[in-house]
């Protein structure tokens, strides 16, 4: 019975190293082609590509950094080059002078269509086309589970609505 206790335990923590390997890997693939084709990071990419999906614009720097799950700090930091690079554009409201609004420009939003194309493609390349759409749906339902067990499910953040 020992055995049969310890070869889950080494099951177990072998999925989640793959569960981790293979996340750096298709991101790995997603930040060198992101980078070579749009000049944006993963980070810088999903700031832009959250901001176009959501229902309500413009966002909060603090709702971006709970959609990353990232320091308010790194959002700053990331924040700073997209505007930078002209992709948003930050106002802080006269009413509320402690929260900054983040809204994509016209140039962040072409920029976004090709990183967004670029995206697909390397998602489709390295995962999707690996996968039947019942081992999608599987992976989905692992992963929800796994997220609301650890108390971090958020529909904003895991329910993401992709523009068609």
């Known amino acids: 019975m020992k055995a049969t206790v310890a070869q889950a335990t080494r099951e177990r923590i072998a ?3 793959n569960l981790q390997q ?3 890997v ?3 693939l997603l930040e060198e082609r992101l980078g ?3 000049d944006l990071s993963w980070a810088e990419f999903e700031v832009l590509w959250r901001l176009q999906i959501a229902p309500e ?3 909060r720097m603090n709702q971006i950094a709970a959609q990353l799950i990232g320091s308010p700090s790194g959002t700053t930091r990331i924040a700073d080059r997209l505007e930078r690079d002209g992709l948003i554009a930050r106002q802080t409201p006269k ?3 402690r929260v900054v609004e983040v809204k994509l420009t016209g140039h962040g939003r072409a920029v976004l269509n090709r990183a967004d194309r670029v995206f697909r493609e390397v998602l489709e390349e390295s995962f999707a086309s690996h996968l039947s759409e019942a081992e999608v749906l599987s992976l989905r339902h692992i992963m929800r589970k796994l997220l609301e067990r650890n108390g ?3 529909e ?3 329910e993401p609505t992709p523009p068609r």
């Open 152 to 154: 971090a499910w958020a």
């Open 156 to 158: 904003a953040r895991c």
């Open 22 to 24: 293979a996340n750096r």
């Open 26 to 28: 298709i991101q790995g």
């Open 95 to 97: 009413d509320n002078r």
């Open 15 to 17: 999925a989640w190293m």
């Open 36 to 38: 070579a084709e749009t």
């Open 57 to 59: 614009q413009p966002l």
